[in-house]
């Protein structure tokens, strides 16, 4: 995979490089290649030492307050050299009220001082494809139930929702209502036995809901970055869910106590 290439720029008098130089190095350590322009550079500068280096991203650093003014410069001095390609993302002491402005002014995003620089490589990463999009949807919410047939009256009458299909996933010893809303469903789980996880759930926690689940791409890819960032699993690999999906679940504990789970559809079953 070709080697990210960032520019760090200091626009305008702001004199102050401390910063800019430890998120330098920090993405270096990412594996990223860095060039920094140094202090006290125009937007034009910036702008034509993108161009020149042929980066994948220019970030910006200011302390100074005038980033109201010189972000969207370089933004507009990129365009003029017809690399409006070239996305530009902004940190350092920024107010929250001016983060809406100068993401409209073309910023893609502003990282505030309290950003870990980890979060900034991760984001670099999505935003020039070297890393897994976020989720596409929410694909279902799971709800566990004692049983299928004594909740439906509540999903089909009160609510008016129309039930898609019930099956049976062996792989977690389940049997599972679909009910359509919008473009995401509810889920409803009823147990098939008492070694089922679900089963073992409503004995501790009452009938409930049970999980997210969001729509992924390449859901093997996915585990192993996440498996890369120490992101506890349930499922090192992913298994069989319903639909012939293949699922794979996040450990409560990465998402505060929320069970998540990752499904990947067959590609004409994707709506």
Do not use: W
Request: hydrophobic share 40%.
């Amino acid at each position: 995979m070709k080697q990210i290439r960032v520019l760090i720029g200091k626009a305008g008098l702001d004199g102050h490089d401390r910063g800019a130089l430890v998120i330098a190095q920090a993405l270096r350590d990412h594996g990223m290649e860095v060039i920094y322009t140094g202090l006290r550079q125009s937007p034009d500068q910036i702008a034509q030492a993108a161009v020149q280096e042929d980066v994948d991203v220019v970030g910006l650093s200011s302390l100074s307050g005038a980033h109201r003014s010189l972000f969207p410069k370089v933004v507009e001095a990129l365009q003029a050299r017809n690399a409006k390609d070239i996305p530009v993302i902004g940190g350092g002491v920024i107010p929250a009220e001016d983060i809406p402005f100068l993401e409209e002014k073309g910023i893609k995003k502003i990282f505030t001082s309290g950003a870990s620089t980890d979060d900034l490589a991760s984001y670099i990463k999505r935003l020039v494809g070297a890393s897994t999009a976020p989720p596409k949807k929410i694909a279902h919410i799971g709800i566990a139930v004692r049983q299928i047939k004594e909740s439906l009256p509540f999903y089909q009458d009160i609510l008016g929702l129309d039930v898609e299909k019930i099956e049976e996933v062996e792989s977690e010893q389940v049997r599972v209502a679909f009910l359509r809303i919008g473009e995401t469903r509810i889920e409803l789980l009823e147990p098939m036995n008492e070694q089922s996880a679900i089963h073992r759930f409503i004995e501790k926690k009452g009938e409930g809901v049970h999980h997210l689940a969001f729509e992924v791409d390449d859901l093997e890819e996915r585990l192993s970055e996440y498996r890369s960032k120490g992101v506890p699993l349930l499922n090192e690999t992913p298994v069989t869910g319903a639909e012939n999906s293949q699922i794979a679940f996040v450990h409560p504990k990465a998402a505060s106590r929320v069970l998540i789970e990752l499904c990947q559809h067959q590609e004409s079953e994707v709506e």
